[in-house]
């Protein structure tokens, strides 16, 4: 089985009667962008009602959603529905209430109505989960309860025979939780004597029960006693079986069963969908089974299976293996499922509802054998149908990967359930409502399908080890983002392990393992493999993991069966890796310093901080200079502190990074200062810049670093450490020759030496009698959309400005407010916004006031940026909505161009017979999500249209309210750094500052264009 870039201001919508935030479990009060709800009762039909606002910073196309419930009860099943449409997962008890998953792309940014039937809890609070691990794991991320965190004890005669074969006969009842079944076991004695088989059972307080035992039809019964407390049917054989020997016995039993699960009550009975339609669906992991059929229930026991599943019509079960064959009886139905391969008791299930289905072929590794890779999806969510590319597509890759599908006779399934996890049934995964849509490839489907390879095929002996199946599992979803995506979201995947946190302070075999503890076994499981693959290169980590599963194939393993195969292609010990990283706790924390003791040498010591002894891990080291250039270094460090001489040659390295691509999991000891932000770059007159910045973080600085670029690829050293101190936030700098452009950046220095990441990019052009462009960066907020440190789209803009021979400076949206710079000093003024959606930052009632006065004596400007008008226009004050009415010219129809990213130039406007795209994900210079569709107002002109025959820019010129100089504007409703190729940006640019009457020079030959 399987963040939000916070806001430092968590948003809450705090309504009337609610208690404080801090009476909230801390997972609630802890999100950025929850969203807090009275709910008011619904007099004429029961229930509770609330409407809320998500804001539009919570990204919502990219994030999943819960809500909480407080202080509902899970007995009380309540029903919820979101804008009109019943939410289908099962709520789960959590802290102080129920949690229950929301339906991807449910919630709008704005108005939402939640309804909740069946229970009167008088608030609740919708947050974003965060990662994968919550996405993928939801019940287990979020569940308080102590239920199934240790084994129920096992019989010892249990250990005296091994099962070969199950025939398990159900009756669904789709509106009742009562079972009626028979199970017939076919097993063989390991030694002499044995004259007992012992099931494992849940009594559930006598509300189950054993109706008959005997040894198959037309025996006589046979003697058994049952022990409630322990949950065991003891069953005495007709004679003792000799060792080798095959004996049968059948269990009639019928019940209610338990609703106490690990992942929530194992056998459910529960509705979907706008018709209320019945749905039975199982979930026994890890000691479930027993709650709804006797057996042998351990993982180290597996045994093949069939299924004789009688339900009314029109259900349809599924379960595991092959479909043998469907006899009609009238009303009911019994289908007939064979799972041919060796099968754990926790992997056994049945699922019925109704359900629509389509299927894709699989071919084989040998191009010969086909079977079947299906989809089995509730009604209303038909469209999840789609997905089975994706389904395939994962398939595929892991057979290459690792070795054929393993259940290649059979087939491969998802089929829906109501729960909020899925699990990995072997044959027929467990999928929650719409997490197939729309590709099938997201990340909880990777986890399952992988699930057939690790945990599947072989499965941990005990739960102690289940590491081995969802370590593995959780690592696999990294891999396939590799092999989908590439190497940086692979990387960005395994970070994001670290960054939620990982649970180090016991091993993760462990007798407490079955408590399924996601950072331990899960995270900290996948970060062991992803060490090891380092650890091992990249040909080894791959083939032991095929000779593992060769070798233990359809049974099972502990941890060491997978060390023995890993040290096997090693042809070393491992020992030392696995005692520290799976036996052992905790983590190294790593501080470095470099200097270079002389020619062609540079030293680097090395020192961990932690207590205990030193982990012993090779370190990758790479060296950095400014002009781009890379030597990669690899260390073994096994002392503390360890100090390694490495051989350069001429190579002048600017930045020295310890393992720069995070294959350990590892804290670092001294931290690095926050990224600071520039803030103006401008030409001051004769030969000198002005330059100011901001620093960030809590990390004090000891100095700064000034660079330049003529191309963002190369870059020299302008002023170092010592000439810009710890208190410096502006400096004088020479500037380029007249008619030149330079691009800089800074990045801070801490007191050890470790440098911070390096700022965002600004430029300047110095004039020589030409006319002069402001760019003004008022992407503010790029840091907290989790799209990296820094950007260069400032930079970007100058470099359109300059390609055209025009003089430019380079500002902040701050340095703007701080006037640092006059608007007036400007022939025009380029803003670029990115996509902000903040209220009050795309533009403050500062700049508003700023850019009233510069457009009145005439001023030029020219704006790019989604969610502009949503912000202003649609959720803004007065003063907004007339700022942008009279002064952008624009009012808000909508916020999304109907999913199309290209634009056309309108007849009669200054685009005229022009095409452009702006990023839709595939040019990797970010998906522009909320692209804004306006109106032409106040004597615009509409310029550029969506596909879909929205209005995608507008054009003015004339005289703005209260001016007395005619001016000029350009209004992009998306952001000018996501168009592509480069060419085509600079060329709309172009036109705008032509518009401008700037008489642009013919824009630069190609090969002079900037990489990027």
Same mark, same amino acid.
């Given at each position: 089985?399987?963040?939000?870039?916070?806001?430092?201001?968590?948003?809450?919508?705090?309504?009337?009667? *609610?208690?404080?935030?801090?009476?909230?479990?801390?997972?609630?009060? +802890?999100?950025?962008?929850?969203?807090?709800?009275?709910?008011?009762?619904?007099?004429? #039909?029961?229930?509770?009602?609330?409407?809320?606002?998500?804001?539009?910073?919570?990204?919502?196309?990219?994030?999943? &959603?819960?809500?909480?419930?407080?202080?509902?009860?899970?007995?009380?099943?309540?029903?919820? %529905?979101?804008?009109?449409?019943?939410?289908?997962?099962?709520?789960?008890?959590? +802290?102080?209430?129920?949690?229950?998953?929301?339906?991807?792309?449910?919630?709008?940014?704005?108005?939402?109505?939640?309804?909740?039937?069946?229970?009167?809890?008088?608030?609740?609070?919708?947050?974003?989960?965060?990662?994968?691990?919550?996405?993928?794991?939801?019940?287990?991320?979020?569940?308080?309860?102590?239920?199934?965190?240790?084994?129920?004890?096992?019989?010892?005669?249990?250990?005296?025979?091994?099962?070969?074969?199950?025939?398990?006969?159900?009756?669904? $009842?789709?509106?009742?939780?009562?079972? $009626?079944?028979?199970? #017939?076991? =076919?097993?063989?004695?390991?030694?002499?004597?044995?004259?007992?088989?012992?099931? $494992?059972?849940?009594?559930?307080?006598?509300?189950?029960?054993?109706?008959?035992?005997?040894?198959?039809?037309?025996?006589?019964?046979?003697?058994?006693?049952?022990?409630?407390?322990?949950?065991?049917?003891?069953?005495?054989?007709?004679?003792?079986?000799?060792?080798?020997?095959?004996?049968?016995?059948?269990?009639?039993?019928?019940?209610?069963?338990?609703?106490?699960?690990?992942?929530?009550?194992?056998?459910?009975?529960?509705?979907?969908?706008?018709?209320?339609?019945?749905?039975?669906?199982?979930?026994?992991?890890?000691?479930?089974?027993?709650?709804?059929?006797?057996?042998?229930?351990?993982?180290?026991?597996?045994?093949?299976?069939? *299924?004789?599943?009688?339900?009314?019509?029109?259900?349809? @079960?599924?379960?595991?293996?092959?479909?043998?064959?469907?006899?009609?009886?009238?009303?009911?139905?019994?289908?007939?499922?064979?799972?041919?391969?060796?099968?754990?008791?926790?992997?056994?299930?049945?699922?019925?509802?109704?359900?629509?289905?389509?299927s894709v072929v699989y071919t084989s590794l040998d191009g010969e054998t086909e079977m079947d890779v299906s989809h089995y999806v509730y009604p209303q969510n038909e469209d999840e149908l789609q997905g089975l590319s994706g389904t395939l597509d994962i398939l595929e890759f892991f057979a290459d990967l690792f070795g054929e599908y393993p259940f290649l006779s059979e087939k491969y399934v998802n089929v829906t359930h109501n729960a909020g996890a899925g699990m990995e049934h072997q044959t027929v995964s467990s999928m929650p409502p719409r997490n197939l849509f729309p590709d099938g490839k997201h990340r909880r489907n990777v986890h399952e399908v992988a699930h057939h390879w690790?945990?599947?095929?072989?499965?941990?002996?005990?739960?102690?080890?289940?590491?081995?199946?969802?370590?593995?599992?959780?690592?696999? =979803?990294?891999?396939?983002?590799?092999?989908?995506?590439?190497?940086?979201?692979?990387?960005?995947?395994?970070?994001?392990?670290?960054?939620?946190?990982?649970?180090?302070?016991?091993?993760?075999?462990?007798?407490?393992?079955?408590?399924?503890?996601?950072?331990?076994?899960?995270?900290? /499981?996948?970060?062991?493999?992803?060490?090891?693959?380092?650890?091992?290169?990249?040909?080894?980590?791959? +083939?032991?993991?095929?000779?593992?599963?060769?070798?233990?194939?359809?049974?099972?393993?502990?941890?060491?069966?997978?060390?023995?195969?890993?040290?096997?292609?090693?042809?070393?010990?491992?020992?030392?890796?696995?005692?520290?990283?799976?036996?052992?706790?905790?983590?190294?924390?790593?501080?470095?310093?470099? !200097?270079? @003791?002389?020619?062609?040498?540079?030293?680097?010591?090395?020192?961990?901080?932690?207590?205990?002894?030193?982990?012993?891990?090779?370190?990758?080291?790479?060296?950095?200079?400014?002009?781009?250039?890379?030597?990669?270094?690899?260390?073994?460090?096994?002392?503390?502190?360890?100090? %390694?001489?490495?051989?350069?040659?001429?190579?002048?390295?600017?930045?020295?990074?310890?393992?720069?691509?995070?294959?350990?999991?590892?804290?670092?000891?001294?931290?690095?200062?926050?990224?600071?932000?520039?803030?103006?770059?401008?030409?001051?007159?004769?030969?000198?810049?002005?330059?100011?910045?901001?620093?960030?973080?809590?990390?004090?600085?000891? /100095?700064?670093?000034?660079?330049?670029?003529?191309?963002?690829?190369?870059?020299?050293?302008?002023?170092?450490?010592?000439?810009?101190?710890?208190?410096?936030?502006?400096?004088?700098?020479?500037?380029?020759?007249?008619?030149?452009?330079?691009?800089?950046?800074?990045?801070?220095?801490?007191?050890?030496?470790?440098?911070?990441?390096?700022?965002?990019?600004?430029?300047?052009?110095?004039?020589?009698?030409?006319?002069?462009?402001?760019?003004?960066?008022?992407?503010?907020?790029?840091?907290?959309?989790?799209?990296?440190?820094?950007? &260069?789209?400032?930079?970007? &803009?100058?470099?359109?400005?300059?390609?055209?021979?025009?003089?430019? !400076?380079?500002?902040?949206? &701050?340095?703007?407010?701080?006037?640092?710079?006059?608007?007036?000093?400007?022939?025009?003024?380029?803003?670029?916004?990115?996509?902000?959606?903040?209220?009050?930052?795309?533009?403050?009632?500062? +700049?508003?006031?700023?850019?009233?006065? %510069?457009?009145?004596?005439?001023?030029?400007?020219?704006?790019?940026?989604?969610?502009?008008?949503?912000?202003?226009?649609?959720?803004?004050?007065?003063?907004?909505?007339?700022?942008?009415?009279?002064?952008?010219?624009?009012?808000?129809?909508?916020?999304?161009?109907?999913? =199309?990213?290209?634009?056309?130039?309108?007849?009669?406007?200054?685009?005229?017979?022009?095409?452009?795209?702006?990023?839709? /994900?595939?040019?990797?210079?970010?998906?522009?999500?909320?692209?804004?569709?306006?109106?032409?107002?106040?004597?615009?002109?509409?310029?550029?249209?969506?596909?879909?025959?929205?209005?995608?820019?507008?054009?003015?010129?004339?005289? %703005?309210? /209260?001016?007395?100089?005619?001016?000029?504007?350009?209004?992009?409703?998306?952001?000018?750094?996501?168009?592509?190729?480069?060419?085509?940006?600079?060329?709309?640019?172009?036109?705008?500052?032509?518009?401008?009457?700037?008489?642009?020079?013919?824009?630069?030959?190609?090969?002079?264009?900037?990489?990027?």
């Amino acid at each position: 089985m399987n963040c939000f870039c916070a806001r430092v201001l968590c948003i809450l919508v705090l309504l009337a009667g *609610l208690v404080p935030a801090a009476a909230e479990p801390a997972w609630v009060g +802890e999100r950025p962008h929850a969203v807090m709800i009275k709910l008011t009762p619904i007099a004429e #039909t029961g229930g509770v009602h609330g409407r809320f606002d998500v804001p539009r910073s919570a990204e919502l196309k990219d994030t999943l &959603h819960a809500v909480w419930l407080a202080g509902t009860e899970p007995d009380q099943a309540p029903g919820l %529905f979101l804008n009109g449409r019943r939410v289908d997962y099962s709520p789960a008890p959590v +802290e102080g209430g129920v949690l229950a998953q929301l339906p991807p792309g449910g919630l709008k940014p704005r108005d939402n109505l939640l309804v909740v039937s069946g229970a009167e809890p008088d608030r609740a609070v919708i947050f974003p989960l965060r990662g994968g691990f919550e996405e993928v794991h939801f019940e287990q991320a979020f569940r308080k309860d102590a239920w199934e965190k240790a084994a129920p004890p096992a019989h010892p005669n249990q250990a005296l025979y091994d099962v070969q074969h199950y025939i398990l006969e159900l009756d669904l $009842d789709m509106h009742s939780r009562f079972v $009626d079944g028979r199970l #017939t076991m =076919e097993a063989m004695a390991l030694e002499e004597g044995v004259s007992q088989f012992v099931l $494992d059972l849940d009594f559930n307080n006598g509300q189950m029960g054993v109706d008959a035992v005997d040894a198959g039809p037309g025996t006589e019964p046979l003697s058994y006693t049952v022990n409630t407390a322990n949950g065991w049917i003891i069953i005495n054989l007709p004679e003792p079986l000799e060792e080798g020997e095959a004996g049968t016995v059948r269990v009639a039993y019928s019940g209610i069963p338990d609703t106490r699960g690990r992942w929530g009550s194992p056998y459910r009975v529960e509705t979907h969908g706008p018709a209320n339609t019945p749905v039975v669906f199982t979930f026994s992991q890890p000691y479930g089974a027993r709650k709804w059929w006797p057996c042998k229930d351990t993982p180290a026991d597996k045994a093949t299976m069939e *299924l004789h599943i009688r339900a009314p019509k029109p259900y349809h @079960p599924m379960s595991n293996g092959e479909l043998v064959e469907i006899v009609d009886e009238g009303a009911t139905r019994v289908f007939h499922w064979r799972e041919n391969y060796p099968i754990a008791t926790y992997l056994v299930a049945v699922t019925c509802s109704e359900y629509v289905s389509d299927s894709v072929v699989y071919t084989s590794l040998d191009g010969e054998t086909e079977m079947d890779v299906s989809h089995y999806v509730y009604p209303q969510n038909e469209d999840e149908l789609q997905g089975l590319s994706g389904t395939l597509d994962i398939l595929e890759f892991f057979a290459d990967l690792f070795g054929e599908y393993p259940f290649l006779s059979e087939k491969y399934v998802n089929v829906t359930h109501n729960a909020g996890a899925g699990m990995e049934h072997q044959t027929v995964s467990s999928m929650p409502p719409r997490n197939l849509f729309p590709d099938g490839k997201h990340r909880r489907n990777v986890h399952e399908v992988a699930h057939h390879w690790f945990g599947n095929l072989v499965t941990c002996e005990t739960f102690e080890h289940i590491w081995l199946n969802e370590g593995w599992a959780t690592y696999m =979803e990294a891999l396939y983002y590799e092999y989908d995506i590439g190497t940086e979201a692979y990387h960005e995947y395994v970070a994001n392990w670290i960054d939620l946190g990982i649970t180090d302070t016991i091993p993760i075999v462990n007798p407490d393992a079955d408590a399924f503890i996601i950072a331990l076994v899960y995270r900290k /499981g996948a970060l062991v493999l992803h060490m090891l693959r380092r650890v091992m290169g990249e040909e080894a980590f791959f +083939e032991a993991a095929r000779q593992y599963l060769q070798a233990h194939a359809y049974g099972t393993a502990v941890t060491g069966d997978l060390i023995y195969h890993y040290e096997q292609v090693h042809g070393e010990p491992l020992d030392w890796f696995f005692d520290q990283w799976v036996y052992g706790t905790g983590k190294p924390t790593y501080e470095w310093t470099w !200097d270079t @003791p002389g020619p062609g040498t540079l030293s680097v010591t090395i020192t961990q901080t932690q207590s205990g002894p030193p982990f012993v891990m090779p370190i990758d080291i790479r060296l950095v200079t400014l002009g781009g250039g890379v030597q990669e270094h690899t260390v073994f460090n096994d002392e503390n502190p360890q100090t %390694f001489e490495l051989v350069v040659g001429d190579f002048e390295p600017f930045d020295v990074q310890l393992d720069p691509d995070n294959w350990i999991y590892k804290g670092v000891g001294a931290a690095a200062p926050g990224e600071p932000r520039l803030d103006l770059v401008r030409h001051a007159g004769s030969d000198e810049l002005e330059v100011r910045w901001r620093g960030t973080g809590s990390v004090e600085y000891s /100095g700064f670093q000034l660079i330049r670029s003529r191309n963002l690829e190369e870059w020299e050293l302008v002023a170092d450490a010592g000439a810009l101190g710890a208190g410096a936030r502006e400096a004088t700098v020479p500037a380029p020759a007249s008619g030149e452009a330079w691009y800089y950046q800074l990045r801070g220095v801490g007191a050890t030496g470790l440098p911070s990441a390096l700022s965002n990019s600004f430029g300047v052009r110095t004039p020589a009698g030409e006319q002069r462009v402001l760019v003004v960066d008022g992407y503010e907020r790029w840091w907290r959309q989790n799209r990296g440190l820094y950007n &260069h789209f400032a930079a970007w &803009h100058g470099e359109g400005v300059n390609q055209y021979g025009m003089a430019f !400076d380079t500002v902040s949206s &701050h340095g703007v407010r701080q006037g640092y710079v006059t608007l007036e000093d400007y022939d025009a003024v380029v803003w670029v916004l990115g996509e902000e959606s903040t209220q009050d930052e795309t533009f403050s009632s500062v +700049e508003q006031n700023l850019v009233r006065g %510069f457009l009145r004596q005439g001023g030029q400007l020219f704006v790019s940026g989604a969610e502009i008008a949503w912000d202003l226009d649609w959720r803004g004050s007065s003063e907004d909505r007339e700022f942008y009415a009279d002064f952008l010219k624009a009012s808000y129809v909508a916020d999304d161009s109907g999913g =199309e990213h290209e634009v056309f130039g309108l007849q009669g406007s200054i685009f005229e017979g022009e095409e452009f795209w702006f990023d839709d /994900g595939s040019a990797g210079i970010y998906f522009v999500r909320y692209p804004d569709v306006i109106n032409p107002e106040a004597g615009g002109v509409a310029a550029l249209e969506y596909e879909t025959a929205g209005v995608a820019a507008v054009q003015f010129e004339g005289l %703005f309210p /209260g001016g007395t100089v005619p001016g000029r504007l350009v209004n992009l409703g998306f952001p000018l750094e996501t168009m592509h190729p480069a060419e085509d940006r600079n060329r709309l640019l172009g036109i705008a500052l032509g518009f401008f009457e700037m008489e642009p020079e013919e824009l630069l030959p190609g090969d002079m264009l900037l990489v990027h």
